[in-house]
């Protein structure tokens, strides 16, 4: 890595990044309610599912976490509780580590994947500023540092999902080879293990849930979908299933890890399942990215035109600013044949490179991990076997036919 010194900001300026971030969401929700109704026109639906899910997810995998200056709390947190937020009312039980964070995005998930109608713009509305509300009334209780720190789902999010990118900022500007972050610095506890596989975990149902087979298993013609309404508690059992069985699988893989790995050490030396729990799940957030980013490919070359044109005409009255207001949306190049091989090509590379370099970064775990190269080979190849399997899948996810 190559680190290079960098003035940090005054405070003053992340606080107002913060408050502005804040302003913008509030004046966001308020075009989810009077704008239109069309989620393809309101700025709200286009800005929180392209904007932030997709763009800003990558985003934070490639060049770093930088939700650090534009989260919508800490700001408010500083001007209205001020020296409170640092002694709050009440304390978070360390056992608990950042599993409030987990089940908060566990139920992002739930709604992404199983509500009936996620991106409507006043069913949206009304459950960001839940969202911010439940967390701004948490960091009253528990105070902001804290929960933003293993509380808050996106925070603690983008913190791991950044530690895959290039970039590292922090007292200065690092480099280093991607996902070097996640080999180097802090040790990894379980939740981030956990964290990390529940990404990877859900993403993962996201797409199969749109694949024939899944269709044909719930008994659903995919030429005919009845729509999410119909397939809302299949939706939400299938991604629990599936979170839970490739945290099961990889428990197990790490299991037989450990076996092959300390054959012939010493009972002092040999390295316990939690160990290699905690080191190698983290490697798969490469993975998680990887898929992300293939998934949304498209979704991102279409919805970002129209989200470009609702930034010019955010209430749909023929404004003009910014001069995107007369963005026309095109789709073309779904119908030629060689962009469509450019953009399947493309997010097959992308789930291929994320692989690798979860290899990549599991075996440096494992060298580092073991000590020795023979040990460290041993431990790594169920890891491997399950890298090469799972890379199977995400190719005939991306090649299966799709009914929605």
Not at 80 to 95: C, D, M, N
Not at 104 to 114: D, G, K
Request: a positive charge.
């Amino acid at each position: 890595t190559t680190a290079i010194r960098i003035p940090i900001a005054p405070k003053s300026v992340l606080i107002s990044l913060s408050v502005l971030s804040t302003l913008s969401l509030f004046a966001i929700c308020a075009v989810g309610f009077l704008g239109p109704r069309d989620p393809l026109i309101n700025l709200l639906p286009l800005f929180f599912w392209t904007g932030f899910w997709v763009i800003l997810f990558v985003a934070a995998g490639v060049i770093g976490n930088f939700w650090i200056w534009l989260n919508p709390w800490s700001g408010v947190c500083y001007l209205i509780l001020g020296r409170a937020a640092r002694r709050p009312p009440f304390k978070l039980s360390e056992r608990l580590g950042i599993a409030p964070a987990i089940c908060l995005f566990l139920l992002f998930f739930a709604f992404s994947i199983a509500d009936p109608a996620p991106d409507d713009p006043d069913r949206l509305a009304y459950i960001v500023l839940t969202y911010w509300l439940v967390n701004f009334a948490a960091m009253t209780a528990f105070g902001c540092e804290e929960w933003m720190r293993r509380g808050e789902a996106f925070t603690v999010f983008f913190d791991q999902i950044s530690r895959v990118a290039v970039v590292k900022w922090a007292q200065g500007l690092s480099l280093g080879f991607p996902g070097w972050q996640l080999v180097k610095g802090r040790s990894n506890s379980i939740g981030f293990g956990v964290l990390a596989l529940v990404v990877l975990g859900a993403g993962s149902f996201d797409g199969l849930k749109e694949t024939f087979w899944w269709l044909a298993l719930l008994g659903i013609n995919p030429l005919e979908f009845p729509g999410r309404t119909a397939v809302m508690t299949s939706s939400l059992v299938g991604m629990i299933l599936c979170v839970v069985a490739l945290i099961g699988a990889f428990a197990a893989v790490a299991w037989i890890g450990k076996a092959l790995g300390n054959r012939g050490k010493s009972e002092g030396d040999q390295i316990s399942l939690r160990a290699m729990f905690c080191a190698f799940a983290p490697t798969v957030l490469p993975i998680a990215l990887a898929f992300h980013a293939s998934h949304f490919t498209v979704t991102f070359l279409i919805n970002g035109q129209y989200l470009l044109a609702a930034m010019g005409d955010p209430l749909a009255n023929g404004s003009n600013l910014f001069g995107l207001g007369q963005v026309r949306v095109t789709t073309g190049f779904l119908n030629a044949p060689n962009s469509v091989k450019t953009i399947w090509l493309s997010q097959a590379g992308m789930v291929v490179f994320g692989h690798i370099l979860a290899v990549v970064l599991s075996h440096r775990k494992a060298l580092l991990l073991f000590e020795r190269g023979k040990h460290a080979v041993l431990s790594q190849i169920p890891l491997g076997a399950f890298m090469v399997l799972y890379t199977l899948f995400g190719l005939w996810l991306l090649a299966t036919p799709r009914g929605i």
